[in-house]
């Protein structure tokens, strides 16, 4: 793939700014997009010069190998803003490293670090009026890659087209979620893709979720593949219990669990914040005996989108588990008030976690 010099982004302006149509206050997740968004294709497998333009549709071959046979690939990351209002990037180097690790294991052509970082650095500059300046406001980035190929034979295609976009959001899950805990479907299994953000990967997990969100739940906890004996994550996220005052979550060693950025971040303040973290095989039993006994005080899961988003309560098999309130959960509570205020510059970043725009 040949380096190109992504410094000279392309940039086409868009010709007036719809941010000012935007009610801040009530903004669906996902549903509302900014005025520009970057564009990059290869041609003949070289990446040609990314460009930033206004929002819109594209133009794609009906014969598109990434819609027959599900070359395609995603990141997700945030833009906050800072006490000063202006844009803050939370690890985008973690997104990149994944999104490179993504595109391998679909064998797909690997985005340049330069255009991925100053193409997403360009982009959010350029909207910056549109992260929002409310409680738990942020710009939802979301890179895409897919494979352009207009062939119907099974390859790997030779040519890609690379996206980024933005959507303004607010808090995820304004209030806590209930789960439930999947002993039938499979979300991952060793050797497969779980471990990378492939978009098949979310289309196959809609039909399992839909049982349970008929019956209140919002998101399943995948169990593992081979016995759904341990726990895995829950729908999007990574997820975390907290028994006996320790801070738990499972292990990623056996690449069916996406290794979320927001879980090592987890990790890290609360090793840093002096709680014991323990990273391991954790079983439905054990989850439901501690349920059972009181042990288990709080659970959350974790992801860009959600942040941290409190468990409720935990359903398994026709059991219905309820956790304490969210007022008596002072861990997953320090947690979330240490990461949203090294994102958003109230705290200072020990961490070198926060990249300025
Ligand atoms: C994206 C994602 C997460 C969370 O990862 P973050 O980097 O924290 O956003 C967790 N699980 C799955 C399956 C995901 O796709």
Not at 177 to 194: P, Q
Not at 250 to 262: E, M, N, Q, W
Not at 278 to 307: K, P, W, Y
Not at 317 to 346: C, F, K, W, Y
Request: glycine letters at 8%; a neutral charge.
């Amino acid at each position: 793939m040949s380096q190109i010099d992504t410094a000279s982004i392309k940039i086409s302006r868009a010709e007036g700014s719809k941010v000012s149509e935007v009610d801040f206050g009530q903004l669906p997740f996902g549903r509302v997009f900014t005025d520009h968004m970057l564009v990059a294709y290869t041609q003949n497998g070289n990446w040609e010069q990314a460009e930033i333009k206004p929002f819109g549709n594209i133009s794609i071959h009906p014969a598109l190998s990434a819609l027959h046979y599900g070359q395609s690939i995603f990141e997700g990351m945030k833009a906050y803003r800072d006490t000063k209002g202006n844009p803050l990037l939370f690890r985008p180097m973690d997104n990149y490293e994944r999104f490179v690790k993504s595109a391998e294991r679909m064998f797909m052509a690997p985005v340049p670090k330069s255009m991925f970082m100053e193409g997403i650095k360009a982009l959010v500059s350029l909207d910056r009026e549109w992260i929002p300046a409310v409680p738990g406001g942020s710009l939802y980035v979301r890179p895409l890659l897919f494979a352009t190929d207009p062939y119907v034979g099974i390859k790997p295609s030779d040519n890609y087209c690379f996206i980024v976009f933005a959507c303004p959001v607010g808090a995820y899950y304004a209030e806590a979620i209930n789960v439930y805990i999947e002993e039938k479907y499979t979300r991952a299994a060793e050797g497969g893709v779980g471990a990378v953000k492939a978009a098949g990967n979310y289309a196959a997990s809609l039909y399992p979720n839909k049982f349970r969100v008929d019956k209140g739940y919002r998101q399943l906890v995948w169990t593992d593949a081979k016995e759904h004996k341990y726990i895995e994550e829950s729908g999007t996220m990574n997820i975390f219990f907290v028994i006996n005052g320790k801070v738990i979550t499972p292990d990623t060693s056996r690449d069916t669990i996406l290794k979320g950025v927001t879980r090592m971040s987890v990790i890290s303040l609360a090793k840093d914040m002096g709680y014991e973290v323990e990273e391991r095989r954790i079983s439905v039993m054990e989850v439901i005996d501690s349920l059972q006994n009181g042990t288990l005080t709080e659970a959350f899961g974790s992801g860009t989108a959600a942040t941290i988003a409190h468990i409720a309560a935990i359903g398994y098999r026709e059991g219905h588990h309820d956790l304490p309130s969210i007022d008596q959960r002072p861990i997953s509570t320090a947690l979330l008030n240490r990461l949203t205020n090294i994102r958003t510059g109230v705290e200072p970043d020990p961490y070198g976690w926060v990249v300025k725009v």
